[in-house]
């Protein structure tokens, strides 16, 4: 199949979700071994090590968001201008822009490498638990570059119409990542360096997979000639703004919540709150890859003025999103002690309060769809400032305030519901923002 196929064909429920089912099947798939890893660590180094990795899980957020600003936000701009034909413009800006986020790569591995033992001092002064985060996070530090250009390559080779080379790259690193994890953590006993060091070969082999892809010019997107241009990177980041702030805060708002968790169910509360953040990971990957599908599309018929196609795409979506989210919740609540005794000892303090709690957060998962969606939405238009409101509001400060707030009025039951809370606010303001700007974009 050509990739320039994926915008020639009719848009239709069956034509979008077969563009999407490679996106989706990717991203559990990133989820699942990032998953495996928590279990590994779990149940091989010990709770007190899955508690360093939560703690320092803000700076993995980052490196996240990064990619996450030049992915998307780039992406916006390129399959747009790919949509006005201007094709050579289209592949020097990705061009430049992959180089761009080679380069912070390589700014902040030196600063991790040289500064380990001052950013992990920030979390915790117990000594145990600041030897294991200084141990994981200094070992992890030689694979920012790669995890910040795997965000970028991967979300390019969606839009270029390889989903599933993209798809079968992160299967490829997901099983590095699970052999590694078994070779040296069980087999070779390296600790929280083994751990770092396999889930970092589990980004660099799907990335070079991929970066070696657009190296052949007969692609739709391939390596071009370099030409800064600072409107384009401009436009990049303020398209990109909402991914990078959600992304960033996520890992923020995650302290606060493990702090607020800690102060009323101890230690094992943050082990079980880390294991429901898995399970809810897992379930919201569903929509995070379809959306990983459809953004490149609705960007490039953007470009290409062709508004029914649009209109069609956001219905579409709406419906498919709409039906996971109904399947998802029952799944995670009905099987809260399935997936939770993956992680946990029948019977344990952190199995009791993460299936209990479990139950409650997975109400998040009706809504946290759409919310994604809205915000996607307005980045793949290139209306940053509007995906940046929708995003910023949902995962900071209605999230923050239910967290400081609803504790206080029923406890930690208050604490897990803070989540579901928070996106029932954001729902309402991404159905306001939809309302609002569907005559400007005619979808």
Request: aromatic fraction near 14%.
């Amino acid at each position: 199949m050509k990739s320039e196929n994926i915008y020639q064909k009719q848009i239709t429920f069956k034509s979008i979700i077969a563009i999407t089912v490679p996106t989706i099947f990717m991203t559990l798939i990133q989820a699942s071994y990032s998953m495996i890893d928590g279990m590994f660590i779990s149940n091989i180094l010990g709770a007190k090590a899955l508690s360093a990795l939560t703690l320092i899980s803000p700076y993995f957020n980052f490196f996240i968001a990064i990619g996450a600003l030049f992915a998307s936000g780039g992406s916006a701009v390129v399959m747009r201008k790919m949509g006005e034909n201007k094709t050579e413009e289209a592949r020097s800006d990705f061009t430049t822009l992959t180089l761009i986020s080679v380069l912070i790569g390589m700014i902040f591995s030196t600063i991790f490498l040289f500064f380990t033992k001052t950013l992990v001092s920030i979390f915790t002064n117990n000594i145990s638990i600041v030897a294991l985060c200084r141990e994981y996070l200094y070992s992890y530090s030689f694979f920012i570059i790669p995890q910040i250009l795997f965000a970028v390559l991967q979300t390019y080779t969606i839009g270029s119409g390889k989903a599933n080379l993209a798809m079968i790259s992160s299967l490829i690193g997901g099983v590095t990542n699970i052999l590694f994890d078994f070779l040296m953590i069980k087999v070779w006993n390296m600790g929280m360096c083994g751990a770092a060091i396999a889930s970092g070969l589990g980004i660099l082999v799907p990335c070079i997979i991929l970066a070696y892809n657009f190296i052949d010019k007969k692609n739709l997107l391939h390596f071009s000639v370099l030409k800064f241009d600072l409107k384009v990177l401009l436009k990049t980041m303020s398209n990109g703004v909402s991914e990078f702030a959600s992304n960033l805060i996520s890992g923020i708002v995650m302290m606060l919540f493990n702090a607020r968790m800690l102060s009323i169910a101890g230690a094992d509360g943050v082990a079980a709150s880390t294991i429901t953040f898995y399970v809810f990971g897992i379930m919201s990957a569903l929509y995070i890859g379809y959306m990983l599908g459809v953004s490149p599309l609705l960007s490039y018929f953007y470009g290409a003025e062709e508004n029914s196609k649009l209109k069609q795409i956001k219905n579409i979506s709406i419906v498919f999103i709409s039906v996971i989210a109904v399947l998802t919740t029952i799944l995670s609540i009905t099987c809260s002690k399935i997936l939770v005794s993956a992680f946990a000892q029948k019977g344990s303090s952190a199995y009791i309060i993460a299936v209990s709690g479990n139950k409650l957060f997975s109400l998040a998962l009706l809504l946290v769809g759409i919310n994604t969606f809205s915000s996607m939405l307005f980045t793949a238009l290139s209306n940053g400032k509007i995906s940046a409101i929708i995003a910023f509001s949902r995962t900071f400060v209605f999230l923050t305030m239910a967290i400081i707030l609803l504790p206080c009025i029923w406890g930690i039951n208050g604490l897990w519901f803070s989540v579901p809370v928070s996106e029932f606010l954001a729902f309402i303001l991404s159905t306001y923002y939809i309302k609002k700007y569907q005559k400007e974009y005619n979808y």
